[in-house]
């Protein structure tokens, strides 16, 4: 295949590159999935092309590859290790509804959990 097209990698590239650029550019917010299985150059590449304009960046990735992302993250809005958190915070930010917490009905706001005359609640 390669000698046949030497420079199908390239113009696949661009192809991509230009799809991926046309739907960053007309979202509000960007989702960026990364995963163990395979590099991550795109999806780093698109996750900094999106902060850089602004956008708001949404990283989907398991916890065993956090510290490889962890500038990526620190540019990110919000991080998710599942994708049910992404639809929680999207559902938030577009309904204002909250998630339901993470520990079920055993909740303890933080103030309560750290006492009422703490000065830095």
């Known amino acids: 295949m390669q000698e046949e097209r030497p420079n199908w990698d390239k113009v696949s590239a661009q192809m991509n590159s230009v799809r991926t650029r046309n739907l960053i550019n007309d979202a509000d917010i960007v989702v960026v999935r990364f995963g163990e299985k395979f590099r991550q150059w795109n999806a780093a590449f698109d996750a900094g092309y999106a902060a850089a304009l602004g956008k ?4 989907l990735h398991p916890p065993a590859i956090s510290h490889m992302l962890k500038e990526v993250n620190a540019a990110a809005s919000v991080v998710c290790t ?6 929680e915070t999207l559902d938030y930010v577009i309904t204002g509804n909250f998630p339901e917490p993470r520990d079920g009905k055993d909740f303890v706001p933080i103030a309560d959990r750290l006492g009422k005359g703490n000065p830095n609640p």
Do not use: G, L
Request: proline share 0%.
């Open 82 to 87: 599942d994708a049910n958190q992404v639809v």
């Open 56 to 59: 708001s960046v949404i990283t």
